[in-house]
């Protein structure tokens, strides 16, 4: 591989030096060093990919659960750092100041739940998908299915989040129009995964983990120094960013600092950038305490998340994969608030006009002067980030289809070259459906891929926390649970589309506010668990070969 | 308890074994930490905050209140202009409020021209909004000259020091359509933007500095996710003794 990518990376080096101006400007344009930077990082995805391609069914699903705990960490980092943390995190602080950090707490305290209540126990049940847990902990083929659709749904809301991301950068990169940018980027993330299955998507993670953190890093480095902050801690160093920007910034003296557009390194007075849901953000401190609840619990319940619990050989590294990839995940995490606070400042001035804001972590890069090829880096990391997560997500969702649907419902006979097959049609389907949806562009995307949060924290995280607790959860428990968190999850979403497509649903202000797409797991979740605690107390009680199990196997 | 006297029924609440209770007692006290950590400081900061105004909102209040009752002088229109400017320099305002603004600020540079000054204003600010609607871009000469031209004048109707940001922002903001009148409506939106933009929700947790950052920002932002890698290790470690201890094998 290497006799491969050394060439292309010498033989398109004079190109990258002259490409150096052409960058420059925020929009527009085709930018050749950007462009070439993104495309060896591509074919070495694609390469990696190959190179270890899944050969049967259960490297396709779990990687013949051959990945250390750090790999494993690795890989659970790349997987959860999608567009969503490289561009939409920025993006949400940048608008909403404070409340973007619901998102920041969220997105990752959730993983201290899932760790304490999950991990473990998930890996020592020993089923490959979340459904495949749901059916079987729950005895019931129709929930084995129910589930199956559901967590194809959140990753279709996943996925769309992150088509929007890879959208907006191939457009920054190429200079096309957002359709065709998320077209073939698309395309580009369908045929690396058909390729490379689970396992090259596992090995790839580790190595997109590192180009995601790298080229997140060197331009906060950069910034920093040039901004004459503490730059050898950037995510301390740009505490002083943030407090500069709540009490407003002369113009300097010396006329050193400027963008890249010439405008000074000044602001007036911008407090609500950072004060707690400030009025200007039109936020409030309920929705901020919904949006982080729900994102937690969502995180507990995502299946893409928990599925890459089987992909470890034992409990105990299922465990310390959890550390390592909190660890690795709060890498960025800890980064991803400078961007939006260096972008505030460097955009402060009237001429520069109001930006996209999920492209704020590149356009920062380029308003601090940072040099093109780096700001290209930057992109390249963005549609890594978005890489990592949907192959992620189009695995969990395929083998939802294939496996847990096709395999375990409607034909248990198929043979393993047509469980793949079926696998491999159901990921063309997600990705045509996820391009479908993400042309419409309807939020902000870090708003998209928390409606997917919401959705898995009302319905899969009730069924997998009882389920594992608790014996007496049981099958009617669960569908009553099941209906009740799809109930919520239905209005909210209903109202949600309703909204964007200009039709005013009866309540709509009312459910609009306390039922947001984004944080309807606040409710929704925590009735689930009543109902289903309610129902399986009245009912016939779990079968004795699953307390058994349960007890024996998980909990022993 | 040996799990079969109990017909293999067990839940978190009512563990079985001793390894059991030992575990639930420590998810109890992590998940305890984690919950007061998160939400406990969020309240908090919801119960100490205090709506506090910006220096520009106290300075704004009591000149507008002069202009409003008829008997402004000129460091009333100087003030409440300074504010309104403030609030431009902001990166997201509404769109309306944006125009309302606009609307202040241009009355008020019109009201602080003197006689034939105010002819001479409205054509110089006419002049630039001409070049800059024919401009494609920002470092065009031409527009930069007619920039440059008009922001020593506002800077000086407005008595803005000469590294006020203000000063930059005036020229982009100051119209020549909307100088002579601003209406009733214009007024009342334009007193609800300012209190809006102006007042924030600050207390002792905000106005703590640590590390450079304010206080709540760094605990949010920063510590908080140190305190989940933290919880995370510990419940490992321990996790990993019990199991020595209790002989549990994964």
């Known amino acids: ?556 | 308890m040996d799990p079969q006297q109990n017909d293999y029924h067990f839940s978190f609440f009512k563990p079985t074994t001793d390894s059991a209770r030992r575990n639930r007692n420590m998810v109890l006290q992590f998940v305890l930490i984690w919950a007061v950590a998160i939400f406990g400081f969020q309240i908090l900061l919801r119960i100490l905050e205090k709506p506090t105004p910006e220096p520009a909102y106290i300075q704004f209040e009591t000149s507008w209140k002069n202009i409003e009752a008829g008997e402004p002088v000129t460091a009333d229109f100087q003030n409440a202009g300074q504010a309104a400017l403030s609030v431009l320099g902001k990166v997201a305002i509404d769109p309306e409020h944006r125009k309302v603004l606009d609307n202040a600020v241009s009355w008020m540079a019109f009201q602080l021209a003197e006689g034939a000054q105010k002819e001479i204003l409205k054509a110089a600010v006419s002049d630039f909004e001409k070049i800059a609607e024919s401009t494609q871009i920002i470092t065009d000469a031409d527009y930069v000259a007619a920039k440059n031209k008009l922001i020593p004048v506002l800077v000086d109707l407005f008595n803005l020091q000469p590294l006020d940001v203000r000063g930059k922002i005036a020229p982009l903001e100051v119209k020549a359509s909307l100088m002579e009148s601003f209406n009733a409506g214009g007024r009342e939106l334009f007193v609800e933007a300012m209190g809006l933009y102006l007042i924030h929700n600050r207390s002792v947790l905000t106005d703590f500095k640590f590390l450079g950052f304010p206080f709540h920002y760094f605990y949010t932002a920063v510590f908080l996710l140190i305190l989940f890698v933290g919880l995370c290790w510990l419940y490992c470690i321990r996790t990993d003794m019990f199991n020595k201890k209790y002989g549990i094998e994964d």
């Open chain 1, 1 to 556: 591989m290497k006799k491969i990518l050394l060439p292309l990376i010498v033989l398109s080096f004079p190109s990258l030096l002259q490409a150096a101006t052409a960058a420059t400007q925020l929009e527009g344009g085709f930018k050749v060093g950007p462009a070439i930077i993104l495309i060896t990082i591509l074919i070495l995805f694609v390469m990696v990919g190959i190179v270890f391609r899944a050969k049967d069914t259960t490297d396709f699903y779990a990687a013949g659960r051959g990945i250390s705990k750090v790999g494993s960490g690795m890989a659970i980092a790349s997987n959860w750092m999608s567009a969503a943390s490289f561009l939409g995190m920025a993006a949400l602080m940048y608008g909403s100041g404070y409340h973007g950090l619901a998102y920041v707490v969220g997105w990752t305290g959730g993983y201290v739940l899932l760790l304490i209540l999950m991990a473990g126990q998930i890996r020592k049940y020993g089923k490959y998908t979340a459904a495949d847990f749901i059916g079987d902990r729950y005895y019931s083929k129709t929930l084995r299915a129910v589930s199956a659709i559901i967590a194809i749904l959140i990753s279709i809301s996943y996925c769309v989040g992150q088509f929007g991301g890879i959208g907006l950068m191939f457009k920054w990169v190429m200079g096309i129009e957002y359709s065709w940018a998320v077209v073939i980027g698309g395309t580009v993330v369908l045929t690396y995964t058909l390729i490379s299955g689970m396992l090259g998507v596992t090995k790839n993670m580790q190595i997109q983990y590192i180009i995601i953190i790298i080229s997140f890093l060197i331009p906060l480095f950069i910034l920093t120094a040039k901004f004459d902050y503490f730059w050898l801690l950037p995510q301390i160093g740009y505490g002083s960013v943030v407090s500069d920007t709540i009490s407003g910034l002369p113009i300097n003296e010396t006329k050193e600092l400027i963008n890249s557009l010439g405008h000074d390194y000044a602001i007036v007075p911008a407090p609500e950038f950072a004060m707690p849901w400030d009025p200007p953000t039109g936020k409030t401190f309920f929705q901020w305490i919904a949006i982080a609840f729900s994102l937690m619990i969502g995180t507990a319940g995502l299946p893409h998340v928990i599925q890459r619990f089987y992909v470890v050989p034992k409990a105990r590294d299922a465990r310390w994969s959890v550390v390592w990839g909190l660890f690795f995940i709060c890498i960025l995490y800890w980064s991803a608030p400078a961007y939006a606070a260096f972008g505030k400042i460097l955009s402060a001035h009237p001429e520069v006009g109001t930006l996209a804001k999920d492209a704020i972590v590149v356009y920062t890069a380029q308003l601090g002067n940072i040099h093109p090829l780096i700001v290209g880096l930057l992109a390249a990391g963005g549609v890594s980030a978005a890489f990592s997560t949907v192959s992620g997500l189009l695995v969990a969702g395929s083998s939802a289809f294939a496996h847990d649907l096709y395999v375990k419902v409607i034909n248990p006979d198929a043979s393993p070259k047509k469980q793949l097959l079926y696998a491999r049609l159901g990921t063309v389907l997600m990705a045509i459906i996820v391009t479908l949806i993400a042309l419409k562009n309807f939020a902000l995307i870090g708003q998209l891929v928390a409606v997917a949060f919401s959705l898995a924290g009302c319905t899969i995280f009730p069924l997998v926390l009882l389920g594992i607790w608790w014996s007496g959860s049981n099958k009617s428990g669960a569908i009553a649970g099941l209906i009740t968190g799809g109930t919520i999850s239905v209005i909210a979403i209903t109202y949600f589309i309703a909204g964007k497509s200009g039709v005013t649903l009866p309540a709509h202000e009312f459910i609009s506010y306390w039922l947001e797409a984004w944080y309807f797991a606040w409710i929704g979740a925590p009735l689930a668990i009543i109902v289903h605690i309610i129902v399986s107390k009245l009912t016939k009680e779990t079968p004795l070969e699953i307390r058994k199990f349960l007890i024996e196997q998980v909990h022993s």
